[in-house]
């Protein structure tokens, strides 16, 4: 049968764990795929990439940061998903020889709460402004959410993320990380769900509860997600979120960190009687989505079948064309 190879580019040890992961899940395939990684000195990414694509046994590749953002200038074909991100995180070389890219990210985001019976996020508080944030806000704007509020660190972050979602910015309102301080400090110091004090800015709305007849309470948001990376497992232990009484105003608690235990943050949540998953699984999902896309079109060029039509491809996941651009960029 006909070798090929996929890559896993990024820093070790993550790009080592990727690797372990799809070569146990390849190994029943009973497919001639092989994994290698691939550690890239950003100032010789460009020509790495080019000598990758240019091997003949090249199949695909996953794409961990930094290099999410340049690698996309390397597809000539690419999903609405990655463009909207301006990032990709998987691609293959289809049987014309043409560069396809997606990112898998977004997909297990939805899939993910999919999976857990949500089919709509009304409302939803994101911790961080960066890249997985930004993937976060993609999966939730899927989903028809119709109320965003952003924590972010750095200043830029509210217009990048207001230019990046056009459609959707006048329903992203943004606070500073830092003010969370003062929250939890005023949050101490009241009973959260009986006193009659409003909350101080960000706010969240007051809820009669019906039950029972009376007392006021706080309407729950439905979705709170952590895309900072604290808690991850070079910050075992630590948390943004340390009041157990903030996290009962969500449904639901979901850490982006991919830790292989739960972090802080989910344990305090599900402490709270709060459903809440970290990162780690969906991490598995979108290495899933990648592994299926290398193993689909391995089989169509070994089949030498052409392309696969656009109408064909999964809903959500159709691609627009771009010129090859394989030269150098200044900057």
Not at 49 to 68: Q, R, T, V
Not at 88 to 102: A, D, F, K
Not at 165 to 178: G, N, V
């Amino acid at each position: 049968m006909m070798k090929r190879k996929v890559y896993l580019i990024g820093p070790q040890p993550e790009a080592q764990a990727a690797a372990v992961l799809h070569r146990k899940a390849l190994e029943g395939s009973d497919l001639p795929i092989e994994v290698e990684t691939l550690d890239i000195d950003p100032a010789h990414f460009h020509e790495r990439i080019s000598s990758m694509l240019s091997e003949p046994e090249f199949l695909g590749a996953k794409i961990l940061e930094p290099y999410k953002q340049p690698s996309l200038a390397y597809c000539q074909e690419i999903t609405p998903s990655a463009r909207g991100l301006g990032a990709v995180n998987t691609i293959v070389r289809r049987p014309s020889g043409l560069v396809y890219g997606e990112n898998t990210d977004v997909h297990a985001f939805v899939d993910y709460l999919r999976s857990q019976g949500i089919d709509r996020v009304r409302t939803a508080l994101v911790l961080g402004a960066g890249g997985a944030a930004r993937v976060a806000l993609a999966g939730l704007r899927n989903m028809n959410c119709a109320r965003y509020m952003v924590g972010f660190g750095h200043p830029r972050r509210p217009a990048e993320i207001a230019s990046q979602f056009k459609d959707i910015r006048r329903q992203i309102s943004f606070f500073q990380l830092e003010d969370m301080k003062n929250f939890f400090s005023w949050i101490n110091e009241v009973d959260f769900f009986t006193d009659r004090n409003p909350l101080p800015p960000p706010s969240y709305k007051k809820a009669k509860r019906r039950e029972n007849g009376g007392g006021d309470s706080v309407k729950r948001w439905d979705l709170l997600v952590n895309a900072t990376p604290v808690g991850d497992n070079g910050t075992t232990g630590e948390s943004l979120i340390t009041v157990t009484n903030f996290l009962r105003c969500f449904e639901r608690v979901l850490d982006l960190v991919p830790s292989d235990n739960p972090t802080e943050l989910v344990n305090l949540a599900r402490s709270a009687g709060v459903p809440a998953t970290h990162g780690d699984v969906l991490n598995r999902m979108q290495e899933d989505n990648a592994r299926e896309m290398w193993i689909r079109e391995y089989k169509r060029n070994v089949n030498g079948e052409a392309d696969e039509p656009r109408a064909a491809r999964k809903q959500g996941s159709s691609s627009s064309r771009r010129k090859p651009m394989l030269k150098k960029r200044n900057g």
